[in-house]
Antibody, heavy 120, light 108 residues
Framework: QVHLVQSGAEVKRPGASVKISCTAT????????MHWLRQAPGQGPEWIGI????????TYAEKLQGRVTMTSDTSTSTIYMDLNNLRSEDTAMYYC?????????????WGQGTMVTVSP | DIQMTQTPSTLSASVGDRVTLSCRAS??????LAWYQQRPGEAPKLLIY???TLESGVPSRFSGSGSGTEFTLAISSLQPDDFATYYC??????????FGQGTKVEFK
């Protein structure tokens, strides 16, 4: 079974950092560029960035440049997203996702989500 | 960035109704559009990709149409499981790939 399993919910103070993990099972992790997205309450999903698990090259959304870092560990089929200097507007459900197995760039596999709450 | 606009924001319907949801892109995206269904507390689920291709395992009552800037998701006969929020997403070339704000399908 193809799954993406994410780490648990986080509550952080403004200015703090958070690191979320996403572990892939049931498919060859290194065959896919992996994505991170987030979804604020009542909003549509927002694309955050993409990482090539082979080598770790990443591209980030312009609005998060300088605050977000994505890394990978091929030995455990896990990707990580680190977001620093947290603000209240970073409160959201964060998802990792895989692009479609057929080669198109729709997301056919999603993690279960990690809720990040930023509150004083 | 390419803006995706979905209409209506809320749609009230009954079981058995045929419903159509619209999505407009701020510039042409060819057929590089996906539709997702999201139920409360769950991750989005892929329904349609490349504007018209039904994802494996998705019931055939769902269909997608359109190209360029205008797209439609149709549900031929609404079932109880279909009451959810639907999002369109473009993946045309350059990042960021963007989503619409969603259409919530609710019981009339």
């Amino acid at each position: 079974q193809v799954h993406l399993v994410q780490s648990g919910a986080e509550v952080k103070r403004p200015g703090a950092s958070v690191k979320i993990s996403c572990t892939a099972t049931g498919f060859t992790f290194t065959n896919f560029y992996m994505h991170w997205l987030r979804q604020a309450p009542g909003q549509g999903p927002e694309w955050i960035g993409i990482i090539n698990p082979n080598g770790g090259k990443a591209t980030y959304a312009e609005k998060l440049q300088g605050r977000v870092t994505m890394t990978s560990d091929t030995s455990t089929s896990t990707i990580y997203m680190d977001l620093n200097n947290l603000r209240s507007e970073d409160t959201a459900m964060y998802y990792c996702a895989r692009p479609h197995r057929g080669g198109t760039n729709a997301f056919d596999v999603w993690g279960q989500g990690t809720m990040v709450t930023v509150s004083p | 960035d390419i803006q995706m606009t979905q209409t209506p924001s809320t749609l009230s319907a009954s079981v058995g109704d045929r419903v159509t949801l619209s999505c407009r892109a701020s510039q042409s995206i060819g057929s590089r559009l996906a539709w997702y269904q999201q139920r409360p507390g769950e991750a989005p689920k892929l329904l349609i990709y490349q504007a018209t291709t039904l994802e494996s395992g998705v019931p055939s009552r769902f269909s997608g149409s359109g190209s360029g800037t205008e797209f439609t998701l149709a549900i031929s006969s609404l079932q109880p499981d279909d009451f959810a929020t639907y999002y369109c997403q473009q993946y045309n070339g350059y990042f960021p790939w963007t989503f619409g704000q969603g259409t919530k399908v609710e019981f009339k």
